[in-house]
């Protein structure tokens, strides 16, 4: 198995992988060219994200700046919209669904560390996919973290760090994510 093989799968696997950074140097330059795009050339950044995830609908939008690891592990629905300051660190495969909305310093996160300190010192880190429903509200300053799925009709609320999955219908909040609501 190739070292983008075992991320994908879930196992153990060297970040420092010459394709690997190869691949995450490709995401950089297109997260920049999207960046540096003018406001007047919605077109061209709709390009560049079309170039950049594995898929997305013809209703996307992001605000500046945008930050991911690879990209290609990224697919979102129609009528997605992420605020300024979205980082998506997509070492698993991330999937959004459709008519989702991301506030403003959200992240999701897929990379995760041994916790052995030895084991970590290693540099050797694995990933775990992150599922998102549809019709999702992600509140500003959320985090979403490794490994987890968020159910349809699901609203975060600000500053939640989310660190299990939720079903369906609810409003989540807090620190770690709890029930708030069901809906």
């Known amino acids: 198995m190739t070292e983008y093989d075992k991320m994908i799968a879930g196992e153990s696997y060297n970040p420092l992988d010459k394709t690997l950074i190869k691949m995450r140097f490709h995401a950089q330059i297109l997260c920049e060219d999207f960046n540096a795009t003018s406001i007047r050339k919605l077109g061209t950044r709709k390009k560049l994200l079309k170039q950049l995830f594995a898929a997305c609908g013809n209703n996307i939008y992001i605000e500046p700046s945008f930050k991911c690891d690879y990209g290609q592990n990224i697919s979102v629905g129609e009528n997605f919209y992420a605020n300024y300051h979205c980082v998506i660190l997509d070492a698993a495969k991330v999937t959004i669904g459709d008519n989702c909305f991301i506030a403003p310093q959200v992240g999701i996160y897929t990379a995760t560390h041994p916790i052995d300190a030895e084991q970590r010192a290693t540099g050797i880190e694995s990933a775990r996919p992150v599922t998102i429903g549809n019709n999702c509200w992600i509140g500003g300053g959320a985090v979403i973290n ?22 369906d219908n609810l409003v989540i909040a807090g620190n770690p994510a709890k029930i708030i609501k069901h809906l």
Do not use: C, D, E
């Open 146 to 167: 490794p490994g987890v799925t968020l159910g349809n009709n699901v609203v975060v609320g600000s500053g939640a760090v989310v660190t299990k999955s939720f079903a």
